[in-house]
């Protein structure tokens, strides 16, 4: 009994085989419910796939239309459609009949366009790639109707904006890859229905802007990478919107300075800022209040020469800080200290052996309990002094490293600016040095400005930082920044040239006693108001007069003026301060004579009689014509009749042409 049992399952079994072997489409393999046509050259989708299919691998072929051609597969649950040469999809029917559709790839084809209704019927579908395409457009409700989709996957494409409509049934969706693409701006709420969203990768795009309420409804997404963008500044309103956030990236973006609060108050427990050539300086508390970060990555930022010893207020979790191949030539002990097990990497910066190396020194030979770790210890090497370049840090002897030195001024080199009147002008001093020193600015004209003494167009920021508004000439020259503890100073030298605004003033038309005058260049909107200045040129001791313009104006008319005589001419901004006009170009004229006024008013005239005199000739013109023309239209309208009766009466007897009253008359 066992055995014919087992003899009926072997038939059952073979029977399956052969019939499996059987429907399986030629070039195509079949392994249970796997059917796998990958690179098989076909130009259509093949006609006898078994009806329980439930993964078709079609990619790496010829297909170039899927109308009418993918079968009725009702357990197909993956379909690969990658590399082919697909160019467009239609509008629906496509799919319609894979109603237990999970995972769709139609990646690397030659579709520009997805319709409404291209997806019509994948209810059920999960995972939807379109990567490395030629998408350009997308239909707002392309999406609809999707509601179990998990993954979005559209790397690689052409895309330029994300409308809002496209996520509205996308409130499972977990994860959302846009990552090289040309998204440029990030609008308000785009992302308000993805409730669920996990990971965001918006990363390789072109987006300069980012909405204070671009991430709203992101209440879930735990990882953000934005890096390899145009992104100018750290868009610290938007983050704080995702309260779970923990992974960001920021990567490749040309932002020159990390300011206090740029990253403050949300949960992010891992940053990246690395390979950014523009990257500066990183200033205190731009980590603040941060009570869940952990790993913070600021590597390879070449131009990255200064890190505040505060920049991290209120971080205790911090564990890694990866500073590597920098620009720092100095590390304050503050950055890190008193915090759990940081590990730490600072090789391939130019380090400066001195007394701000001796932290490092004792963490790297354990001469105290430090909780700080450093990677790749063996490559810190000194760069500065020239004596001790290239030598490892860890042998230098502590007995030879100062405990106390003179300040050192962060890129102390001098420099010379160059700048317009109206500007405005930053200038930014750090120093380290132990103890630390303290900073003051020395300004051209030898006063020194301090926190203290700050007026309305110079004031100094947390000592290290001067700031100059509406420059004038006279704020040429030289600025120093100097740094000073009880080792030493330190100067830096700054040169200010402010040089005129772009802006020239030319007569466009010269009357007797009026000139007309406009102004252009550049440089025409700098000032809420100008003045235009005139008086005589041949008057000693004449003051100007003045008539106030504002900076919408490109001309104006002066009147009033004395006939054949030169003036000069100028437009000017008034220096409040010293109750002076700044002249800031200047023209002279010559008016007519007063007989030109009379000329212009005969010539005038004439022309004026001469113009009415020509009229009346033209008229008196059309009304001959007129009448010669309606007199020619009434004799070739009525001669002619004539003539033709006269001709017809030549004919008649002449019996006929006697009066009826002549019969009486011969009675």
Request: overall charge neutral; charged content about 20%.
């Amino acid at each position: 009994m066992v055995s014919w049992i087992f003899l009926a399952f072997c038939v059952l079994l073979l029977t399956s085989v052969i019939s499996s072997h059987i429907s399986c489409p030629l070039h195509c393999d079949c392994v249970q419910r796997m059917v796998n046509c990958t690179s098989r050259g076909l130009h259509k989708i093949p006609d006898n796939i078994p009806l329980h299919t439930e993964l078709l691998f079609l990619s790496e072929n010829r297909l170039t239309n899927l109308v009418k051609q993918i079968p009725f597969l009702p357990r197909l649950l993956d379909l690969n459609l990658s590399t082919n040469q697909i160019k467009q999809l239609g509008r629906g029917s496509i799919f319609q009949n894979l109603t237990e559709l999970r995972l769709l790839d139609l990646s690397n084809n030659k579709f520009r366009t997805l319709f409404n209704g291209v997806f019509r019927g994948l209810y059920k579908l999960e995972t939807l790639i379109i990567t490395n395409g030629h998408l350009k457009f997308i239909d707002e409700h392309v999406f609809d109707d999707m509601s179990n989709l998990k993954h979005l996957n559209l790397r690689e494409n052409s895309i330029h904006s994300m409308p809002v409509e496209w996520f509205y049934d996308m409130m499972n969706l977990v994860i959302l890859e846009l990552d090289n693409n040309e998204i440029y701006y990030l609008n308000s709420g785009t992302f308000t229905s993805l409730n669920n969203l996990r990971h965001l990768s918006l990363s390789h795009n072109r987006i300069r802007g980012i909405s204070e309420k671009a991430f709203l409804g992101l209440r879930n997404l735990t990882t953000l990478l934005l890096n390899h963008n145009n992104i100018a500044e750290v868009p610290t309103v938007a983050l704080q919107s995702m309260k779970r956030l923990k992974v960001f990236f920021l990567d490749a973006n040309p932002i020159p300075k990390l300011v206090t609060d740029d990253f403050t108050l949300f949960s992010v427990k891992e940053i990246s800022l690395s390979n950014t050539t523009t990257l500066q300086m990183i200033d205190r508390g731009a980590f603040r209040d941060l009570g869940n970060l952990e790993k913070v990555y600021l590597h390879n930022n070449p131009s990255l020469h200064y890190v505040d010893p505060h920049a991290f207020i209120n971080v205790p979790k911090l564990r890694v800080l990866l500073l590597h191949k920098n620009n720092l030539s100095v590390l304050s002990y503050e950055t890190v200290y008193e915090r759990p097990a940081v590990q730490l990497t600072m090789y391939d910066n130019p380090l400066l052996c001195d007394c701000n190396v001796r932290w490092i020194q004792k963490a790297l030979n354990k001469k105290e309990n430090s909780s700080i770790h450093f990677l790749n210890s063996d490559q810190l090497k000194c760069s500065q002094p020239q004596i001790l370049r290239s030598f490892p840090l860890k042998a230098l002897s502590l007995a030879s490293i100062p405990e106390q030195c003179e300040p050192v001024l962060v890129d102390s080199r001098n420099e010379t600016v160059d700048t317009k009147m109206g500007d405005s002008q930053i200038f930014e001093c750090r120093a380290f040095g132990i103890p630390p020193p303290k900073i003051h600015w020395i300004v051209p004209s030898g006063s020194v400005v301090n926190e203290s003494n700050n007026d309305l167009r110079i004031q100094i920021k947390h000592s290290n930082i001067l700031l100059l508004y509406h420059l004038k000439p006279k704020d040429s020259g030289i600025y120093q920044c100097v740094a000073e503890n009880n080792m030493g100073v330190a100067i830096k030298n700054t040169v200010l040239q402010v040089g005129s605004v772009d802006i020239g003033l030319f007569p466009q038309r010269v009357s007797s006693t009026f000139v007309t005058v406009v102004w252009n260049g550049t440089a025409r909107n700098n000032f809420p108001e100008y003045d235009i200045l005139y008086k005589t040129d041949n008057r000693p001791g004449e003051q100007y007069q003045t008539v106030t313009v504002s900076y919408v104006y490109r001309s104006y008319t002066i009147n009033n003026l004395e006939p054949d005589t030169s003036y000069k001419l100028c437009i000017a901004v008034k220096d409040k301060e010293e109750e002076k006009y700044i002249k800031l170009s200047c023209t002279h004229v010559h008016t007519r004579d007063a007989s030109f006024i009379m000329q212009g008013i005969y010539t005038t005239s004439n022309v004026a009689v001469a113009v009415v005199l020509g009229i009346v000739a033209a008229m008196l013109c059309i009304v001959c014509l007129v009448s010669m023309a309606a007199k020619k239209y009434r004799q070739r309208h009525y001669e002619t009749p004539e003539k033709s009766l006269i001709t017809d009466m030549a004919h008649v007897p002449p019996e006929n042409l006697n009066s009826p009253l002549m019969p009486r008359v011969g009675s």
